[in-house]
């Protein structure tokens, strides 16, 4: 019986060992491709962010009769680009390390892009007189409030497409100094807070209180704006 009973001890030590070898080497392997696939994604980025730079400072080279329908198009065509990297993004937030050098970088260059596309906003709407209100959402991943923000902010988008930009900027991520730049400039101190046009408005707003705000900024009448008084 003690036999069998240290027989049985033995087979079940060993039966753990194998399963917590099998579960590190999991791990490892689950860890390594993660490490490759970002390594992959950043490299892809690399260039889709090279991309967009040379864009901008090719567009500023063009005179205005040239530069509005490229412009137009570039606008486009960034929009289809940086929303995947958002989704990225996004997801490692949810499931990854923050402090992992790969999501860190990968945070910077989109931030940084989305900034010069608003930079190329501001140059639609002075050389084309494009129809475009931008928006500064500044937000915390711990604010209660910021989530709802983001859904109003969606709506809305999806109302007005092209005509309605919308910048989301996480106010609390050092790592990239223009964070701190932007912040200052804005004087954010609570979240959500949100700069249409210049005009800076803290706290939460409805979607009510955003189309009253947005609604005035153009200068011909949109639809989506009739009942506003």
Not at 49 to 68: G, H, I, K, M, V
Not at 154 to 170: A, G, M, S, Y
Request: net charge negative.
């Amino acid at each position: 019986m003690r036999t069998l009973k240290k027989d049985k001890y033995v087979a079940a030590a060993i039966l753990t060992a194998i399963i917590f070898t099998l579960g590190l080497l999991m791990g490892i392997v689950i860890n390594e491709y993660k490490i490759k696939y970002m390594e992959q994604l950043a490299k892809e980025q690399e260039v889709e962010f090279s991309s967009l730079q040379f864009q901008y400072l090719y567009l500023d080279s063009l005179e205005d009769y040239e530069r509005c329908p490229a412009v137009s198009k570039t606008l486009e065509n960034n929009l289809i680009t940086l929303a995947p990297v958002l989704e990225e993004i996004q997801r490692y937030e949810r499931e990854g390390d923050l402090n992992d050098a790969a999501y860190i970088t990968l945070k910077r260059k989109y931030i940084l892009a989305n900034l010069r596309y608003w930079l190329l906003a501001q140059v639609s709407k002075e050389s084309c007189k494009n129809e475009i209100v931008t928006i500064f959402y500044f937000y915390s991943p711990e604010c209660e409030n910021c989530h709802n923000q983001g859904i109003t902010l969606t709506h809305l988008k999806q109302i007005f497409d092209d005509r309605l930009l919308i910048f989301p900027i996480d106010s609390t991520f050092d790592k990239e100094p223009m964070i701190s730049i932007l912040n200052a400039k804005y004087d954010v101190q609570e979240f959500p807070t949100l700069v249409i046009e210049e005009n800076i408005h803290p706290g939460f707003m409805s979607k009510d209180e955003i189309l009253k705000q947005i609604c005035q900024l153009y200068t011909t009448p949109q639809p989506e704006c009739e009942w506003i008084i």
